[in-house]
């Protein structure tokens, strides 16, 4: 855990969040601003800052963040209607939580690409 990092304490239980998915690895969470009617971060419990600091080690981390993702949209039945996934990465990426977080955005049609 990373001290002052908001993720890390959501993922203690340190701040509360609405919490749709856990396990050992990760958790998922709606997000306090939602861009559509489905909007849940993905993070995994430990503290990785950015994609940048993924090593290959982190690879079946980051497939089961994407896994969690997919089973999130399933339970809201977007399967066949879409969703969209997307980590941003840094300040040209908008990213403004520094511990990797897989957005996860549905229920609506979602313009392409974004700003
Ligand atoms: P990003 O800009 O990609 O770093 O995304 C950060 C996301 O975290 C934004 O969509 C925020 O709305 C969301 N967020 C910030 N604080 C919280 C919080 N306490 N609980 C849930 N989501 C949050
Ligand atoms: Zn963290």
């Not at 396990?23 to 998922?28: Q, R, T, Y």
């Not at 600091?53 to 999130?72: K, P």
Request: charged share 25%.
């Amino acid at each position: 855990m990373s001290k002052d990092c908001l993720f890390c304490k959501i993922a203690a239980g340190e701040i509360p969040a609405k919490i749709v998915r856990e396990d050992d690895f990760a958790l998922a969470f709606e997000d306090v601003n939602p861009q559509a009617p489905l909007h849940v971060l993905v993070i995994p419990r430990r503290h990785i800052a950015t994609l940048n600091e993924l090593t290959d080690d982190d690879e079946a981390l980051v497939g089961h963040l994407v896994s969690m993702a997919r089973d999130v949209a399933h339970d809201r039945g977007l399967d066949g209607s879409g969703y969209r996934t997307v980590f941003n990465c840094n300040a040209d990426g908008g990213q403004t939580v520094f511990h990797i977080h897989l957005h996860l955005i549905g229920g609506r049609s979602l313009a392409w690409p974004p700003g």
